[in-house]
């Protein structure tokens, strides 16, 4: 598996499914076309003809999406790895295609909020300059058509005594840089 997911990564694919409900992901500090949205549209599109060549988070979005309109079942994702490996990025990818039918507005209001949470959670660190120091569960509550109702984030901060002391390669929370800002 590892010397598949190091042959994909050298050819800009960072996307590597295993089973339909494990994918994972490789960092790979650049931007790529694989974020873009006519790759959502391409990745949408294989999994409404039941296609297998798109490994991608999006694709994972739409599965999970399929499987709350058609079987009615509660689902969970979640995002796990290193500081810097891009959890956060690949969360605001995984959205996408969960909200490109809904409510503009809301919509809106899950991305802003988000873009809140990161203004005041995130932080430089010794491996990245702009880690979510926090942990956020978003839940999102569909009616039978698949449409988004609702929103609710948890959010759990999870280094309070940054406030008062880092490390010397490390900073405070991006938001108070700006309070105190001249």
Do not use: W
Not at 136 to 143: C, E, P
Not at 161 to 170: C, G, I, L, M, W
């Amino acid at each position: 598996i590892l010397h598949l997911i190091r042959t994909r990564y050298l050819s800009n694919t960072i996307y590597t499914s295993v089973g339909h409900n494990i994918l994972i992901a490789v960092n790979p500090y650049q931007s790529l076309y694989t974020c873009s949205d006519r790759m959502m549209t391409e990745c949408v599109k294989e999994n409404e003809t039941g296609a297998r060549k798109c490994d991608h988070v999006f694709k994972l979005s739409e599965y999970i999406r399929g499987r709350i309109i058609n079987s009615s079942v509660h689902c969970s994702v979640i995002f796990s790895g290193e500081s810097g490996s891009g959890k956060t990025e690949n969360s605001k990818l995984f959205l996408k295609p969960l909200l490109k039918h809904r409510d503009n507005s809301l919509e809106q209001k899950i991305f802003h909020g988000n873009f809140v949470l990161e203004c005041l959670g995130n932080a430089k660190t010794s491996k990245n300059n702009n880690s979510s120091r926090f942990v956020k569960l978003l839940k999102l509550f569909f009616d039978k058509s698949g449409n988004l109702e609702s929103a609710h984030v948890d959010s759990l901060l999870l280094e309070k005594t940054r406030v008062n002391f880092q490390s010397a390669d490390e900073q405070n929370f991006h938001i108070l840089y700006h309070v105190f800002d001249d």
